[in-house]
Every structure is written in C-alpha cells, then in structure tokens.
C-alpha cells in the first residue's frame, strides 16, 4: 500500500484512557493518525501527528483538519473521544458547568465533524464514530447527570441524523455508548462501587470500547447505529 493509500483517522481526546487505546488500536491496523488534546504531547511515530489545543474552539478544528491534510493528505475517519462529565443534581449546575459541557461535548463535536465532512465528500468516503454514554438511554436516580443526557443525547440523535444525510455519499455515520469504563477519571477506590452499576458485575475496560469502534470502523453496512458498550446498563436491571 503506497502512502498516499494508507487511510487517516482524526481522534480527540487522545491522550489518556479511550482516546490513547484508539490511537494504539488505529495504528495496529496500520492508519495514519492525527492525535489532538489540550495536554498531548508530540509523538515520536512519523505516522502520528500530535496536535494539541481545545476542541471546544473553532480553530483547532480547522487546524487538525488542514494538518491531517497537509501531513498526510486525506481524512478518513474522525472520532469523536472528547467529552467531559459532570455529574450533580439538576439545580447544582451552575452556570461555567453548563457552558464548558456544551463547548467541549457539542461546540467540539460539530465544530470538528464540519470540518472533517469535507475532504470525506471530496474523496467518496468517510467514517464518524461519536462516543456518548449508555446514561442517555438508563438514567440512574443514584448519578444524577441530566447535562451528560442532554449533550451525549444530542449526540446520539446527531449520528441517526447524519448518517441518513450522508448514506448516499459514501459516509457512514455511528456512535458508542459505554457504561462506566475504567480510565484515569475514576479513582481505583470507587472501581468496586461503580461495577455494581452494571449487570454483569464489573466495570468496562478501554478496549472494550476500543473494539467497539474497530468493530464500526470495519462493518461498512452499518450507519446510524447507536452501540452500547455498557455491561448490558441500557437494557434494564
């Protein structure tokens, strides 16, 4: 496979947890890859492309685009990793909780798929994965989250929306819902009371959701699926 063949995935929040599995697992499979958080460092790999900076901000997403372009001249898959969670009761939100969940969790998402939709429709081809949460679908009187259901939930609604937008122009559209997954977000002393959230007993692992996302990545007959990846969360206790 010559270079200019070699697809190109765009994944945020590629730092830690997730976000790093898939950079790992996209690069397995032989994808160049355009890695953005606030924090990431440069990469030692001349196929990965370390671009730092917030996604809530409109330039960024432009400047991963262009580099991915640049760099490596085509864009074939995005996913869409970044996302922040704060959980409170509904009147505890204040005003910053609810502005910075809608920049990074919306403002972040449409500001990068816009982006990363053109040179798909250019080339014929293109895969969104968004990851949202299985809280969407089972809300949990026991972690009240109404502002992860209502910025995960618009995510949600977005993938059925693009996809049938896109389904004849070569671009898939999909989504992962994790239950909780144990990443550097939750600390080791709660792992025991946060597996009991699942039915079947214990937490997610990354590449849990990363095969999930492998797995979407591959099955090019699927758009507008919406996969939980929760321990079986969404389907009742």
Known sequence: ??????????????????????????????????????????????????VPGDIARPETAKQLVQQALDRFGRVDSLVNNAGIFIGKRFTDYTEAD???????????FFHITQAAIAPMLRQGSGHIVNITT????HANSMSPS???SLTKG?????????????????????????????TPMHAPDMHEVLAKLH???????????????????????????????????????
Not at 134 to 137: A, G, H, T
């Open 98 to 108: 609810f502005n910075n969940m809608l920049a990074v969790n919306l403002a972040g």
């Open 134 to 137: 299985s809280l969407v679908d």
């Open 146 to 148: 109404a502002l992860a």
């Open 154 to 182: 618009g995510l949600n609604a977005v993938t059925k929306s693009l996809a049938i937008e896109y389904a004849r122009r070569g671009i898939r559209v999909n989504a992962v819902a994790p239950g909780v997954i144990k």
């Open 199 to 237: 039915p079947v007993g214990r937490m997610g692992e990354v590449k849990d959701i990363v095969e999930a996302v492998i797995f979407l990545e591959t099955a090019g007959f699927v758009t507008g699926e919406i996969l939980h990846v929760d321990g079986g969360q969404s389907a009742g206790h």
């Open 1 to 50: 496979m010559s270079e200019a063949e070699q697809k190109v995935a765009i994944i945020t929040g590629a730092s830690q947890g997730i976000g790093a599995g898939l950079v790992k697992a996209f690069r397995d499979r032989a994808y160049r890859v355009v890695a953005n958080s606030r924090s990431i460092k440069a990469s030692r790999e001349a196929d990965v492309l370390a």
